[in-house]
């Protein structure tokens, strides 16, 4: 090496521990690099050009480093590679571009992964050489400007998904002419993108991502221009219009195709058999009528089938058996008909959900095939009928079988010892009688057994105590006699037991209570006798002279909430209870004049109190309605006026001057002090302190880039804030259960929940309840219930938080969704949506594992 060379590799020791020296390495991984050595070449993690030895590859990849990426690194000229991906480094991406610029021998720069924060640089780098750029799961927000992608005619791989990008697509991103691969997925990109103009012009794009933003129009035409375009991800945005444009009947090299979860309407696409090299597609949650064509049968490369959360109709094709690598098929909730195809179950398939249809007719027979590798199905709520087929018993690999919701009215299946590895067992209400049999449990993998509201009748067999690893036995509303089985006592994992409504006689085992981790029990509406056992869970429950004890469902939840959406367990029996509400009060109230809470303030501050809602006073709008600041008389004190917007929900001044008195005792650091209201039938007002530092909805929904978003733990903590609140008068008057929409029903305790639950999964993915398009309206709990069920729901979580812990977040989704149940007996309590809350945050030992 020559002088000239030993200078620059000076420079490279130099700029690298000058690097070093804002880092923070916990575990020494950077312990090797010494400001004393000639040259870095043989520290770790360090890569050089043998010919120069100069560095060239600096990759730092997962090694929890955190601190800023500072100084130095400008000093390592000859650097193509530079790799900080999955670390904490923190800080401005527009403080660390002047470094970054002058690197103009870089093609790799992958800074994924970590908490960089800011916007986007107008020009990151000059590279001229720069092909790889991923800046993917970071905190970066605002706009991304025009000139990011002027200088972009080297990239092949573009990623800036997962941080808090918005405003439009500009359309200067037609500059990046490389490009192979761009993902702007998981972020909240909106408008209605020009694609002839920037997207389409990338002829050579192989891979398409932008799901998941807030894109909306139709979806676009002139696709067929990308002849290389293989992957094609759309899904989760608000794109409308009559269907899937023709166009891309001519992607003959798409092997991706995903459009669900927009506001898709028409009937789907017939000439989707003309996608020969189609393996993957999902048009799930939109709107799409009609019927499947039987061309779809010439997919002969088709593995996954997604058309769930639509209205198609007709029956389900029989050509699907020449799809002969299909391995997923989901048609849930739609309005198909008909019998099961039987060539279908010929396929050697891995899942299959054709829950909640209109299909008729009795289980086709299964081929050796299909007992060779099917996983999940789940035929549910349909009017399926006639015997189970005994070839069932050879579904060696089978986890999970749903058949509740029928009316197959047959004996239970004999062979049900067969399954292997069965997990879950769902046969609620699917007129099955006779007996249970001895042999359910021969293999011990079952976890969740559900027979409620059959006919089912005889003892109990004492071969229920092999059901080993039981976490949920529920065999409600049958016709079971004879004794609760001693053997019971065996199930030590079981948490939740549910008897009730039999004919069960004689004592409660004592040897029940020694199941340390029941926390649930229903044995009500049954012929028991005798005393409750005195361990365990039982003590803590009040005896009846005439039926033991019946907990309530939201206790029952607590132990649900950490099963996966794939079990899709109904948490409780769907009988409809009316939402009445209490007696109608005596009190004499004042129509039409402000009423005061605080004796101190007087009565006639103001005369006229629609004269307070001008523009000029506008602070604010809501869901709930607009904000208006006012100054309280000679005192000056400031107070917030909201103008309700409540569609004649509480049309009765009782009513409303129940749920304010309620809401008004709430005493709590992070909720405002109700003051007082006026009523009348066509205007309501609700009187609050002012709060200067802004609510929890401008914290969510209108923070700036100037401002850090709310953490998961703030988020949380938010939550469990909310105890406090009655929350009665925010379900009543914004966030409405369902069953308020007649109006004569009043408000209680199970629609408060409703409104909490909404709340919940506002708090959680940063989204409005109800967000309007163009030409459309998403209801957030709809869509978050729909990603449940194809099994990604952590995608709706609002990536501005970070880093969040998923054992928390998921639970958390799933108690919002039961709160949200569209029956009201299915909810909880607000009591027990507290200590489930609580629960989630000191997660009970031995949580179920997801399925």
């Given at each position: 090496?020559?002088h000239?060379?030993?200078?620059?590799n000076d420079?490279?020791?130099?700029?690298?521990?000058?690097f070093?020296?804002?880092?923070?390495?916990?575990?020494?991984?950077?312990?090797?690099?010494n400001?004393?050595?000639i040259?870095?070449?043989?520290?770790?993690?360090?890569?050089?050009?043998?010919?120069?030895?100069?560095?060239?590859?600096?990759?730092?990849?997962?090694?929890n480093?955190?601190?800023?990426?500072?100084r130095?690194?400008?000093?390592?000229?000859?650097?193509?590679?530079?790799n900080?991906?999955?670390?904490?480094?923190?800080?401005?991406?527009?403080?660390l571009?002047?470094?970054?610029s002058?690197?103009?021998?870089?093609?790799?720069?992958?800074l994924?992964?970590?908490?960089?924060?800011?916007?986007?640089?107008?020009?990151?780098?000059?590279?001229?050489?720069?092909?790889f750029?991923?800046?993917s799961?970071?905190?970066?927000?605002?706009?991304?400007?025009?000139?990011?992608?002027?200088?972009?005619?080297?990239?092949?791989?573009?990623?800036?998904?997962?941080?808090n990008?918005?405003?439009?697509?500009?359309?200067?991103?037609?500059?990046?002419t490389?490009?192979?691969h761009?993902?702007?997925?998981?972020?909240?990109?909106?408008?209605?993108?020009?694609?002839?103009?920037?997207?389409?012009?990338?002829?050579?794009?192989?891979?398409?991502?932008?799901?998941h933003?807030?894109?909306?129009?139709?979806?676009?035409?002139?696709?067929?221009?990308?002849?290389?375009?293989?992957e094609?991800?759309?899904?989760?945005?608000?794109?409308?219009g009559e269907?899937?444009?023709?166009?891309?009947?001519?992607?003959s090299?798409l092997?991706?195709?995903?459009?669900?979860?927009?506001?898709?309407?028409g009937?789907?696409?017939?000439?989707?058999g003309?996608?020969?090299?189609?393996?993957?597609?999902?048009?799930?949650?939109?709107?799409?009528?009609?019927?499947?064509?039987?061309?779809v049968?010439?997919l002969g490369?088709?593995t996954?089938?997604?058309?769930?959360?639509?209205?198609?109709?007709?029956?389900?094709?029989?050509?699907?058996?020449?799809s002969?690598?299909?391995?997923?098929?989901?048609?849930?909730?739609?309005?198909?008909?008909?019998?099961i195809?039987?060539?279908?179950?010929?396929?050697?398939?891995?899942?299959?959900?054709?829950?909640?249809?209109?299909?008729?007719?009795?289980?086709?027979?299964?081929?050796?095939?299909?007992?060779?590798?099917?996983e999940?199905?789940?035929l549910?709520?349909?009017?399926?009928?006639?015997?189970?087929?005994?070839e069932?018993?050879?579904?060696?690999?089978?986890?999970?079988?749903?058949?509740?919701?029928?009316?197959?009215?047959?004996?239970?299946?004999?062979?049900?010892?067969?399954f292997e590895?069965?997990?879950?067992?769902?046969?609620?209400?699917?007129?099955?009688?006779?007996?249970l049999?001895?042999?359910?449990?021969?293999?011990?993998s079952?976890?969740?057994?559900?027979l409620?509201?059959?006919?089912?009748?005889?003892?109990i067999?004492?071969?229920?105590?092999?059901?080993?690893?039981l976490?949920?036995?529920?065999?409600?509303?049958?016709?079971?006699?004879?004794?609760?089985?001693?053997?019971?006592?065996?199930?030590?994992?079981?948490?939740i037991?549910?008897?009730?409504?039999?004919?069960?006689?004689?004592?409660?085992?004592q040897?029940?209570?020694?199941?340390?981790?029941?926390?649930?029990v229903?044995?009500?509406?049954?012929?028991l006798?005798?005393?409750?056992?005195?361990?365990?869970i039982?003590p803590?429950l009040q005896?009846?002279?005439?039926?033991?004890?019946?907990?309530?469902i939201?206790?029952?939840?607590?132990?649900?909430?950490?099963?996966?959406?794939?079990?899709?367990?109904?948490?409780?029996?769907n009988a409809?209870?009316?939402?009445?509400?209490?007696s109608?009060?005596?009190?004499?109230?004042?129509i039409g004049?402000?009423?005061?809470f605080?004796?101190?303030?007087?009565?006639?501050?103001?005369?006229?109190?629609?004269?307070?809602?001008?523009?000029?006073?506008?602070?604010?709008?809501?869901?709930?309605?607009t904000?208006y600041?006012?100054?309280?008389?000679?005192?000056?004190?400031?107070?917030?006026?909201?103008?309700?917007v409540?569609?004649?929900?509480?049309?009765?001044?009782?009513?409303?001057?129940?749920?304010?008195?309620?809401?008004?005792?709430?005493?709590?650091?992070?909720?405002?002090?109700?003051?007082?209201?006026?009523?009348?039938?066509?205007?309501?007002?609700?009187?609050?302190d002012?709060?200067?530092?802004?609510?929890?909805?401008?914290?969510l929904?209108?923070?700036?880039?100037s401002?850090?978003?709310?953490?998961?733990?703030?988020?949380?903590?938010?939550?469990?804030?909310?105890?406090v609140?009655?929350?009665r008068f925010?379900s009543?008057?914004g966030?409405?259960?369902?069953?308020?929409?007649?109006?004569?029903?009043?408000?209680?305790?199970?629609c408060?929940?409703?409104?909490?639950?909404?709340?919940?999964?506002?708090?959680?993915t940063?989204?409005?309840?109800?967000?309007?398009?163009d030409?459309?309206?998403?209801?957030?709990?709809e869509?978050v219930?729909?990603?449940?069920?194809?099994?990604?729901?952590?995608?709706?979580?609002d990536?501005?938080?970070?880093?969040?812990?998923?054992?928390?977040?998921?639970?958390v989704?799933?108690?919002?969704?039961?709160?949200t149940?569209?029956?009201?007996?299915?909810?909880?309590?607000?009591?027990?949506?507290?200590?489930?809350?609580q629960v989630?945050?000191?997660?009970?030992p031995?949580r179920?594992?997801a399925y």
């Amino acid at each position: 090496i020559g002088h000239d060379d030993n200078i620059n590799n000076d420079d490279d020791v130099i700029g690298l521990i000058a690097f070093k020296a804002d880092i923070i390495d916990p575990s020494s991984h950077l312990s090797s690099w010494n400001q004393d050595d000639i040259s870095p070449c043989s520290w770790k993690f360090i890569t050089c050009n043998p010919a120069t030895g100069r560095v060239i590859d600096l990759s730092l990849i997962g090694l929890n480093l955190s601190g800023k990426i500072g100084r130095g690194l400008e000093k390592v000229q000859n650097l193509q590679v530079l790799n900080l991906a999955h670390n904490n480094f923190t800080g401005s991406l527009n403080g660390l571009s002047p470094q970054l610029s002058v690197l103009t021998n870089l093609e790799n720069l992958n800074l994924s992964r970590n908490g960089l924060s800011g916007g986007v640089p107008p020009f990151l780098t000059n590279s001229r050489k720069l092909k790889f750029l991923d800046l993917s799961k970071n905190l970066l927000s605002g706009p991304v400007p025009d000139e990011f992608f002027l200088t972009c005619s080297s990239l092949r791989l573009l990623s800036l998904s997962g941080n808090n990008l918005n405003g439009p697509i500009p359309n200067s991103v037609s500059q990046c002419t490389s490009l192979n691969h761009l993902n702007l997925s998981k972020n909240r990109f909106s408008g209605s993108p020009d694609f002839s103009k920037s997207l389409w012009l990338l002829s050579r794009i192989r891979t398409l991502d932008l799901s998941h933003n807030a894109l909306t129009g139709h979806v676009p035409d002139g696709v067929v221009s990308l002849h290389y375009l293989k992957e094609l991800f759309l899904q989760g945005n608000h794109f409308t219009g009559e269907s899937v444009p023709v166009s891309f009947q001519g992607l003959s090299c798409l092997t991706y195709l995903n459009l669900g979860n927009n506001v898709l309407t028409g009937d789907f696409p017939k000439w989707i058999g003309r996608l020969n090299s189609l393996e993957y597609l999902d048009v799930s949650g939109n709107g799409l009528t009609g019927t499947v064509p039987e061309s779809v049968g010439g997919l002969g490369s088709l593995t996954y089938m997604s058309l769930s959360g639509n209205n198609i109709s007709g029956t389900i094709p029989k050509s699907l058996i020449y799809s002969s690598k299909l391995s997923v098929v989901r048609l849930r909730g739609n309005r198909f008909n008909g019998s099961i195809p039987e060539g279908l179950f010929e396929l050697g398939l891995n899942q299959i959900d054709l829950s909640r249809n209109q299909l008729t007719g009795s289980i086709p027979p299964g081929s050796s095939r299909l007992f060779e590798t099917l996983e999940s199905m789940d035929l549910s709520a349909n009017g399926l009928t006639g015997d189970i087929p005994a070839e069932m018993g050879l579904l060696s690999k089978l986890r999970y079988l749903n058949l509740s919701w029928n009316n197959f009215e047959t004996r239970m299946p004999l062979k049900l010892g067969y399954f292997e590895n069965l997990t879950v067992l769902d046969l609620r209400n699917g007129a099955f009688h006779g007996s249970l049999p001895a042999d359910i449990c021969n293999s011990g993998s079952l976890e969740i057994l559900q027979l409620d509201g059959n006919a089912l009748t005889g003892n109990i067999p004492e071969e229920i105590g092999k059901c080993s690893s039981l976490y949920l036995l529920s065999m409600s509303y049958n016709d079971f006699r004879g004794f609760i089985p001693r053997s019971m006592s065996l199930l030590k994992k079981l948490k939740i037991l549910k008897l009730d409504s039999n004919q069960l006689s004689g004592e409660i085992p004592q040897e029940l209570g020694g199941l340390e981790n029941l926390l649930a029990v229903n044995i009500s509406y049954n012929r028991l006798q005798g005393r409750l056992p005195d361990r365990g869970i039982f003590p803590s429950l009040q005896e009846s002279s005439l039926e033991a004890v019946l907990i309530s469902i939201g206790v029952l939840v607590i132990s649900l909430l950490n099963i996966s959406a794939r079990k899709r367990l109904q948490f409780v029996s769907n009988a409809l209870e009316s939402c009445s509400s209490s007696s109608r009060s005596t009190r004499s109230l004042s129509i039409g004049k402000l009423v005061w809470f605080d004796s101190k303030i007087a009565p006639g501050w103001v005369a006229n109190p629609e004269s307070l809602l001008h523009k000029a006073a506008e602070i604010g709008k809501g869901v709930f309605g607009t904000v208006y600041k006012a100054s309280l008389g000679e005192e000056g004190r400031d107070l917030a006026i909201k103008n309700l917007v409540v569609s004649n929900m509480v049309q009765h001044p009782e009513d409303f001057d129940r749920e304010v008195r309620v809401l008004g005792k709430a005493r709590h650091p992070n909720l405002v002090s109700v003051k007082g209201y006026y009523w009348t039938p066509n205007l309501q007002l609700l009187v609050t302190d002012y709060a200067p530092n802004g609510s929890l909805q401008s914290k969510l929904h209108e923070w700036s880039t100037s401002s850090q978003p709310l953490s998961w733990p703030k988020r949380i903590v938010a939550k469990l804030d909310k105890k406090v609140m009655s929350n009665r008068f925010q379900s009543a008057l914004g966030y409405v259960a369902p069953e308020l929409a007649c109006q004569s029903l009043r408000v209680n305790e199970k629609c408060d929940v409703y409104g909490f639950g909404v709340l919940i999964l506002e708090t959680v993915t940063g989204r409005r309840p109800i967000e309007y398009g163009d030409d459309n309206v998403l209801i957030l709990e709809e869509q978050v219930k729909m990603m449940l069920e194809e099994g990604n729901v952590l995608e709706c979580v609002d990536e501005s938080m970070g880093e969040y812990p998923e054992e928390e977040v998921l639970p958390v989704v799933k108690l919002a969704l039961v709160c949200t149940s569209q029956i009201p007996s299915s909810r909880p309590s607000m009591a027990e949506v507290i200590q489930i809350l609580q629960v989630i945050q000191t997660p009970i030992p031995h949580r179920m594992d997801a399925y």
